[in-house]
């Protein structure tokens, strides 16, 4: 798996290279640390998930390694970082607890940690909790209606709803982010398969019906059983809203009236010419 196999690869270290200098990596590895990621794709409940594992005693941050809007250029700033490896080694030291380091990524933000060097360096012992959702249809209107109405994370379930019905169906909006995330699962997949690695598999629709079982796998998974009550509230809840069933159902009519079309303009099948039979005489002196 090689940084020209994925087209967004050397965009994102150019973009972070205007901000600090890539070099080798050199500086001493951190072989008391046990390192956890939990990788996922965006609306798979990685928010609530990482406020459980906060909950019950590691530290999870946010998407720890974003990079977009300034947040790679103000964390370096503030830091000090001049090189990739310093913006690495700070970022181990603020999301450590308890000896363990935790952070959520997103494909695009594991990207440069993999392509750098970083990873080969540090976190090849990483452990991973690889997070998706079984339905990538109600995954991708679930960000549409999102990015639509500007609540990605809320427990006020009422004005979600309000705004959700001023959102209007976008077919192509929905189709893009299909296709978004069947290529993010993709890139983890190719990783995965590349490294070797076997990820502790978790989906959201787990998430949501038993978050207590959730735990304890992670808990067993990097060899710190939880054997206490565990916390299972957290300010992160499910957000949907009525919407969510009717975009769906316009979808795949859409899709359907759209197959249809494709296939009635489809031109017909090329019909192959059969060589006239031979006579038998001809056939016999053959």
């Not at 709803?161 to 069947?182: G, K, L, P, T, W």
């Amino acid at each position: 798996m090689l940084p020209t196999d994925d087209p967004h690869s050397e965009g994102i270290l150019r973009q972070l290279g205007r901000a600090v200098q890539f070099r080798p990596f050199s500086g001493p590895r951190y072989e008391d640390l046990d390192f956890l990621f939990v990788a996922m794709v965006p609306r798979s409940g990685s928010s609530y998930l990482g406020s459980l594992i906060s909950a019950n005693g590691f530290l999870m941050q946010g998407e720890t390694f974003r990079f977009i809007q300034g947040t790679f250029e103000r964390y370096a700033r503030k830091t000090k970082s001049k090189t990739y490896e310093e913006y690495i080694r700070n970022k181990i030291s603020d999301n450590t607890k308890n000896g363990i380091f935790s952070a959520k990524v997103g494909w695009p933000q594991f990207n440069p940690i993999y392509f750098s060097g970083a990873y080969r360096h540090y976190f090849s012992s990483a452990k991973f909790v690889y997070l998706t959702r079984e339905d990538i249809l109600d995954q991708s209107i679930s960000l549409f209606i999102a990015q639509s109405t500007g609540y990605f994370h809320s427990t006020s379930q009422q004005s979600k709803d309000q705004n959700a019905e001023e959102i209007h169906f976008d077919f192509d909006a929905i189709a893009a982010r299909v296709v978004q995330f069947s290529e993010m699962q993709s890139n983890w997949e190719r990783f995965f398969a590349s490294e070797g690695i076997r990820p502790l598999r978790v989906t959201y629709e787990q998430l949501l019906s038993d978050p207590e079982d959730v735990v304890r796998r992670i808990g067993n998974y990097i060899n710190r059983p939880m054997t206490g009550n565990i916390v299972t509230e957290t300010a992160f809840k499910k957000i949907s809203t009525n919407k969510n069933s009717q975009l769906r159902d316009l979808y795949i009519a859409e899709h359907k009236k759209r197959l249809a079309a494709a296939i009635s303009i489809a031109p017909p099948p090329r019909k192959r010419k059969r060589p006239a039979p031979q006579k038998l005489e001809q056939a016999v002196k053959a």
